[in-house]
């Protein structure tokens, strides 16, 4: 329901002005991620990411246009984190990806939201908000995310042989919106099981 859902921090005068500077050049944006699923649980909003199909060079010329800070976090990957307030923002182009060696991948940049929405992990890290609270559901997430079913997109074998830190992700996405259990395949505990050798290849931090 709607009414339960944290909507306060899009009136953050921060968020407003990141908004409006991405979209004044009639560029499609979206809050994407974490902060959408917290937003639907009434959860604290911290971390915030943006999706958009504007090219990392136009998002970088428009805030710095803007006289905001930013830092190329991850710019060959289309990332890009703004600084307003001491507030932080990354915003990432739409993109897809091209090669993938189990934890990095080098990706092209899309116009396309579905492609987008196709190379994130799990389907209740697909779905998109606007700034007015409407929803944009391209792979439809929003029934697993309601049932705290946290479900691959595409073959779990697949997906995290793309990226072993995705086995790490699964147990920590159950543990956080998981429903007490329920929601567990055992199919995808036998992926994660079966691909397990692959977390050495992770970095100490990750």
Known sequence: KKKQWNLTWLKSESVKLI???????????YFVGGCVRDTIQGREVKDID?????????VENLFQTSGLK???TGYEHGSITVVSKQDHFEVTTFRSDLITDGRHSKV???????EDAKRRDFTMNAIYMKIDGTILDPICGWKDMINGCVRFIGKPEKRINEDYLRILRYFRFLSTYGDNGKSIEPSIIDACSNAISGL???????
């Open 200 to 206: 050495k290849t992770l970095s100490h931090d990750r």
């Open 70 to 72: 930013v830092i190329k």
């Open 50 to 58: 943006i999706a958009t199909d504007a090219l990392p060079s136009e």
């Open 108 to 114: 092209r940049f899309s116009k396309d939201i579905l």
């Open 19 to 29: 908004w409006d500077i991405l979209s004044s050049n009639g560029a499609k944006v």
